[in-house]
């Protein structure tokens, strides 16, 4: 298969309809139908139900336009990676570190002061994401390098290695009656009255149903515990970032949180693999 008949068929799978998909594309419908047909041939296999108002797809349909999505990702992914080892040749940007936004800030500060005095360092950009954002940008290739936290981030697919483990706390309100304590467990904290556990959006951005509120950032989930509408838990770590009117009390039976540095296994670049050793140092 063509990558290009790959585009005009998950074109046509995601609009279910011809016209739609030929003007998405920016060509011509009929050119389009016969590159359908042709791949439908190619394969032995209908990948679309046609009627004179319908278009659905086959089950064979739905698992090409799976497979065709991860192939012209990883194809977008070649693209970009290829280009930006161009730009570092010429002078261009170095590495791209991916991390979540507020996680992991004070490593993260050391990691980056310490490569950097390290001999041929390159200029290291970074960007600051979402929940679950670090993993789809660095295998789009719009990231050499990232920051993830298992268990709440895979690194399935990718070469890591452990940087370090904590044990999790729970933020609450300071003065609420838990913040007396040593320590709690989360049935403590389950169910909390007038203090629920946020919801986080699924890699699809969609939010699992629940009382808590949806939040999309630590800023704002530390706001809402602030204003005595929700609890968090969180890696130790966080304790640093919090304010005067913000508590955190250990959590003996949360799961510890595993801080790694991750990058794609084919990756053959001299500066992630100098940052790579300089990270597992620290």
């Known amino acids: 298969m063509e990558t290009r008949e790959l585009r005009y068929f998950v074109a046509v799978a995601e609009e279910l309809h011809f016209g739609r998909a030929a003007q998405r594309l920016g060509i011509a419908q009929p050119p389009l139908s016969r590159a359908i047909q042709q791949l439908e041939r190619r394969l032995g296999a209908a990948l679309l139900d046609r009627t004179s108002r319908t278009v659905t797809l086959t089950e064979a349909g739905s698992v090409l336009l799976a497979e065709g999505r991860a192939a012209l990702d990883a194809v977008d992914a070649a693209e970009r990676r290829t280009r930006r080892a161009a730009r570092s040749v010429t002078g261009g940007p170095g590495l791209t570190l991916v991390t979540k936004a507020s996680a992991s800030r004070e490593l993260l500060a050391k990691l980056l002061d310490a490569y950097a005095a390290e001999p041929g360092a390159v200029p290291v950009d970074v960007i600051l994401c979402g929940p679950a954002e670090q993993q789809r940008l660095l295998r789009e290739g719009r990231a050499d390098v990232a920051l993830l936290h298992r ?17 999790q706390v729970v933020v609450l309100p300071a003065g609420h009656p838990l913040t007396a304590r040593a320590h709690v467990r989360m049935a403590d904290i389950t169910g909390l009255p007038g203090l629920p556990l946020p919801r986080w959006p699924d890699p699809d951005g969609t939010y699992p149903p629940g009382p808590g509120p949806q939040v999309r950032d630590q800023a704002q989930l530390l706001q809402l515990v602030a204003l005595g509408r929700a609890c968090a838990v969180a890696p130790e770590s966080s304790r640093g970032q919090l304010h005067s009117d913000l508590a955190a009390v250990p959590v003996l039976d949360a799961p510890t949180v595993t801080t790694v540095i991750a990058w794609p296994p084919h990756s053959r670049s001299r500066a992630v693999a100098d940052l790579v050793r300089t990270a597992t140092r620290l």
């Open 151 to 167: 268990p709440f981030d895979s690194t399935a697919g990718f070469d890591a290695e452990e940087l370090g483990t904590e044990g």
